[in-house]
């Protein structure tokens, strides 16, 4: 079956940059994209962009563009995100999530989910 | 502040139907596909309806989506204490060429 396994929890100071990883397997990771979101504690979910491992297309929403970077390893069907200059209001669990639809020019539905990671921004 | 509205709150009695509304605008819900996502407490969310109203193989049919302008709706019938979750609207917007989120709404069923 489908699986997307993230990375393992973060602490990390104020100005310092993250890097979590969505290992996937159960699938052809080059046929769909994949997206990032996070949850702050008791908030709701928030996308950060898209990326599609199919054609390299990339969509980051207007708040983290040039905070963030996702990229992709097709020899370990690895997804990351990159999160630069954090500061606590970035203290989140954060997920990846594949599209519902392969070969898809932009993000259509998120389906399945990662199990999250929890990111922790604190001096 | 979410662009997509959707109530804080709903509840509803074990057995009984339930309804949550999703409005947006003609950027989004109005032009685009409208998805939702449970979300039980301490886990990740979890595909529901997708393209406003199909519903991902194994899925119960017991959730139903809709979309009607730029309003869409999940429905829950035959509630169960298990469906006590956070329910998620998404669609795209065109406009700001993003994935927009509802503010989420918590079912009880009591």
Known sequence: ?????????????????????????GYTFSMYGISWLRQAPGQGLEWMGWLSVYN??????????????????????TAYMELRRLTPDD?????????GLAYADNWNWFDPWGHGTLVTVSS | QSVLTQPPS?????????????????????SNYVSW??????????LLIYDN??????MSDRFSGSKSGT????????????DEADYYCVSWDSSLSAVLFGGGTRLTVL
């Open chain 2, 10 to 30: 709903v509840s509803a009695a074990p057995g009984q139907k339930v309804t949550i509304s999703c409005s947006g605008s003609t950027s989004n819900i109005g």
């Open chain 2, 37 to 46: 996502y449970q979300q039980i407490p301490g886990t990740a969310p979890k």
């Open chain 1, 56 to 77: 390299g297309n990339r969509n980051y929403a207007d708040k983290f563009q040039g905070r963030v970077t996702l990229t992709t390893d097709t020899s370990t069907n």
């Open chain 1, 1 to 25: 079956q489908v699986q997307l396994v993230q990375s393992g929890p973060e602490v990390k100071k104020p100005g310092a940059s993250v890097k979590v990883s969505c290992k996937t397997s």
């Open chain 1, 91 to 99: 203290t989140a669990v954060y997920y990846c999530a594949r599209d």
């Open chain 2, 71 to 82: 309003s869409a709706a999940l429905g829950i019938t035959g509630l169960q204490t298990g």
């Open chain 2, 53 to 58: 109203d199909k519903r991902p193989s194994g």
